[in-house]
């Protein structure tokens, strides 16, 4: 009694509003040391049961034995597995019988579900049919039970792992079996008479067996029902006949009838929710119908072309409805049309598509349906671009009509100037031209492949959209039109200042001049960025980003790579100086931009260097690093040494930049004078100036070599040991590279480092860390002598979970196996640890009192 009071004190203090932050850290401390406790088996099983428990606790409760059947069924001995098992069971009983929370029963439910996969107690259902389905007060456990029962099956943290001891197909015979025992009986019950609660579990119930046991044709039309209900009864519904109808299509042979059932289920619904626009029924009624018909297609069309109303009036229900779910109804009405396309059949549905094409455009007009522009798509499709071009003439001028037409413009035109459909297109490109505004600007960024038919048009269109500001429309234009747009580089030149995306659109259009016409243009986009930089040196660094970026690959070009050389000279010479007065004067770090820049004009080679070369570079960058751009600098240090790192004349100051570098990310990540502790907000420039490190050892043969110390390999390895997201594989490759030194270690140095990848496995690293993991051990292993004490290591990490017999063949494999067999152990102690990662710590105790002396709840 006195261990449940405390349980309920820690609770309530743990969720009352007056309590204090000191209080309920105390109380969450206590209830995680409990809730892992061996203790907690016998104590939680009272709680749940005991009278007058508030429901927050009682739930609490729930929970705990929940996660404790999933993950710490090892405090159990085998021979109270039954006593166990009966008290649980029983428990989900009573929770049905007096109508507990929902959520407790779920709870209880798992709990029992969890317990019955891990023991082969395969004969629950069996137990639960007989003893629960004759009572309506049971109900609701049998069904939380058969749910979770199919939804637990071969779960990942199973104390003994269901699928390694019975396989696949065990796992799919005792479904299949339990299939056929709960089958009739969920046929038998009447889903007209059960009240809202009990039909929420049936169809949830339903829908988790939905593989095993096809849903009847009563249940189907039960569901079509509950789709007006409001809340998650509806919202359980509309789940179920979805699935039911992809059920159809993935397993055709014992589900391929669910489809048609649905649709005839659901469509006598859609006029009721066409009188009733923006509602629930609406919504969910169209999603259903549309995820049904998608697998009928083919008999939908037979039906139109038999000439039967039925079809016909649904697909009318379906256009009237398509703005309740315009993503679905696009999606439907797309294949709908590359279905008549290939019968070509389209005129089957023309006024259909005519009618769906003229809502999108007033959503367009609207700006109310974001995907009103693939529903769009999906109605030219099926009338083709003169059906198309032919409404859309007889609408009023709008910015709706303006923006289908960008949604449907072919992406060039015939040439045939007679045709009426390109003809009006070319009237609405020459209106747009004129005076664009955001429609008319959205039109023209997609019409590239048709101006440059029409150069006059072309620059008049570029000249509109530069006055208009229209920056993204410019650069799109000139991205597919690119040397055509020459004649509009002097404008784009003009105009580029201030203005990235016009530097990059200059660029690309410059590229049809001659060489010296390109090199002057060039010239005074650069001169532009230089000239800003003495004003903003941050808003000049951007440009350069810009220019830099639309020059990427020029300077291989035979015509045009001397100038674009010379040009990325000065970019780099000017963001050298935009950095030092950044540096000097702001004090507020480099932008991003900068190393943008830097890391194309890097890769040009010796031309791009700055004034000062490699050794005032890599002062700056060395500079740099402590603030908050830190790791930008960093990479971009890391190429330079990639471009310049073989040189002689470049070792000494690249080496002193690197050690400089490392030696601040140590003193912003780590903590030696603590005991050694890691900074979380210096996790950042540590893991740059590890990486750097690495990098520095792998693009030089001197640079780097004597910097990494013990002080660095301890931070590693507590990277390693708590799992970090950001150091993780730095620290992987500063070992790495450790082991690549020739200088030898002290035995405690290589024990460290076996018990942090024994400790990174155990708690559950990333998946990067995981793929590395394996072959960094047999590393390791090979470079650096064993030490003698690895069994005790590997048994101090995972005793806890791990038998004996477990842990001495992982030492054998590890010490003497291939990568591949490294992998298979490391994937076992991962899975012994995964078990347990919602414990830590780990359990003092592995024992638990006699289950005959826990509370009867039965």
Known sequence: MAAEAAFLQAADTLLRADA????????????????????????????????????????????????????????????????????????????SEGNWPRNVLVQCALAVADLAWQIEWFEVLDVAVSE????????????????????????????????????????????????????????????????????????????????????????????????????????????????????????????????????????????????????????????????????????????LMAGHADARNLLQALVLLAEEDVRSAARFFDRLA???????????????????????????????????????????????????VQILCGMPESSGRTRALGAVLPRKPVGDSSCPVEGWIWSQLERCSQSPGTPEAALLRHAGHWLVCHSSLLSSSITALVQSRSDEAVYSICVDVGEAAASCVPLLVAAALGRPLLSTAAVLAAQGLEADEFASALDILVGGCILSSAQDPEEALNSMAHLTSGLRGLDRNPKLGAAVVHAISRIALSTWEAILKLECTTHRGVPDAAWDVLKIVLAVGHA???????????????????????????????????????????????????????????????????????????????????????????????????????????????????DSPALGLPALGLLGGWLEEEEPSSVEIVQEVWHACMMAVHGIPQRDVLEVLPSFIEALRDCREP?????????????????????????????????????????????CARRLAACRPRKASRQIRPFSVIVNVS
């Open 20 to 95: 204090s932050a000191a209080q309920r850290s105390e109380a969450d401390v206590w209830l995680q040391s409990w809730r892992r406790s061996a203790a907690a088996w016998p104590e939680a099983l009272s709680a749940v049961a005991a009278r007058g428990v508030p429901e927050h606790a009682q739930m609490l409760a729930a929970q705990t034995l929940r996660t404790k059947a999933l993950l710490d069924l090892d405090q159990v001995p085998a021979n109270e597995f039954q006593a166990l098992r009966d008290n649980l069971f029983a428990l989900c009983g009573r929770a």
């Open 132 to 303: 629960w389905s004759k009572h309506d007060r049971y109900v609701g456990a049998l069904l939380e039970l058969a749910s979770a029962l199919v939804e637990e099956s071969g779960h990942p943290w199973f104390w003994s792992g269901v699928q390694g001891i019975h396989g696949v197909g065990k796992t799919g015979e005792v479904l299949r079996s339990w299939a056929a025992l709960l089958g009739p009986w969920l046929e038998a019950c009447s889903p007209y008479t059960s009240s809202a609660i009990a039909k929420l579990a049936m169809l949830r119930c339903l829908r988790a067996w939905i593989r095993w046991v096809p849903p009847s044709r009563n249940w189907i039309q039960c569901a079509a029902g509950c789709l007006n209900v409001e809340g998650r009864l509806g919202d359980e519904a509309a789940d179920l006949l979805v699935e039911a109808a992809h059920a159809g299509v993935e397993w055709p042979d014992s589900h391929g009838h669910l489809p048609e059932v649905v649709c005839l289920a659901v469509a006598p619904l859609l006029p009721t929710a066409i009188g009733r626009p923006s509602s629930q029924l609406a919504s969910r009624a169209l999603r259903v119908t549309i995820e049904a018909l998608e697998p009928m297609l083919p008999a939908i069309v037979s039906a």
């Open 338 to 388: 590359a279905y008549l396309s290939k019968l070509e059949a389209r005129q089957l549905v023309v006024v259909e598509f005519q009618e769906i094409f003229q809502r999108s455009v007033n959503a367009l007009q609207q700006e109310a349906a974001r995907d009103a522009t693939d529903l769009c798509i999906a109605a030219s499709r099926g009338l083709g671009i003169k059906g198309v």
């Open 608 to 722: 791009a260097l700055p004034a000062g070369g490699i050794t005032q570079l890599a002062e700056v960058l060395s500079t740099a690093f402590a603030g908050s751009t830190g790791p930008a600098a960093a990479e971009a240090l890391a190429l330079v040494l990639r471009e310049f790192g073989q040189e002689s004349d470049a070792v000494a100051p690249l080496s002193a930049a690197v050690s400089a570098i490392f030696s601040s990310g140590m003193s912003m990540g780590w903590e030696a004078e603590r005991g050694g502790q890691l900074r979380k907000e210096g996790e950042d420039h540590l893991a740059a100036a590890w990486v750097l490190w690495e990098r520095a050892l792998r693009h030089s043969r001197l640079v780097g070599r004597g910097i990494c110390n013990v002080q660095a390999i301890q931070a590693a390895c507590m990277a390693l040991s708590t």
């Open 787 to 831: 030490p003698e004490s690895l069994h005790d290591i590997i048994s101090e990490v995972f005793r806890d979970c791990c038998s004996t017999s477990t842990l001495r063949v992982a030492t054998s494999t590890l010490l003497d196996g291939q990568e591949r067999d490294i992998v298979v152990v490391v994937d076992g102690l991962l899975h």
